[in-house]
Nanobody, 118 residues
Framework: QVQLVESGGGLVQPGGSLRLSCAASGFTFSNYAMSWYRQAPGKERELVARITSTGGSTNYADSVKGRFNISRDNAKNTVYLLMNSLKPEDTAVYYC???????????WGQGTQVIVSS
């Protein structure tokens, strides 16, 4: 069955770094664009970063540009989110998303909590 399993979340001090991972299984990973979304308490889920199926193109929310980096390893069926210079406002549950635009098929992970606090 399809699985997206996030890991790497936790508690970090402001200015620190974390790397999130999302391991995919049950579908052809290299056919799917991958994204990271986040949802803070009381707020809507928002797109953080997206990477195309080949990894050739990325885009980021303005709030994380220059601080976050999305990458993928199609040989390992894994997408990463490196988060640097973390701020308290980055605190949220981070979700991995896979989408294949040709068929409009998509999947979500269960989320991993990131807390930025001193």
């Amino acid at each position: 069955q399809v699985q997206l399993v996030e890991s790497g979340g936790g508690l970090v001090q402001p200015g620190g770094s974390l790397r999130l991972s999302c391991a995919a299984s049950g579908f052809t990973f290299s056919n799917y664009a991958m994204s990271w979304y986040r949802q803070a308490p009381g707020k809507e889920r928002e797109l953080v970063a997206r990477i195309t199926s080949t990894g050739g193109s990325t885009n980021y929310a303005d709030s994380v540009k220059g601080r976050f980096n999305i990458s993928r390893d199609n040989a390992k069926n894994t997408v990463y989110l490196l988060m640097n210079s973390l701020k308290p406002e980055d605190t949220a549950v981070y979700y991995c998303n896979a989408v294949r635009y040709v068929t409009m098929t998509g999947y979500w992970g269960q989320g991993t909590q990131v807390i930025v606090s001193s």
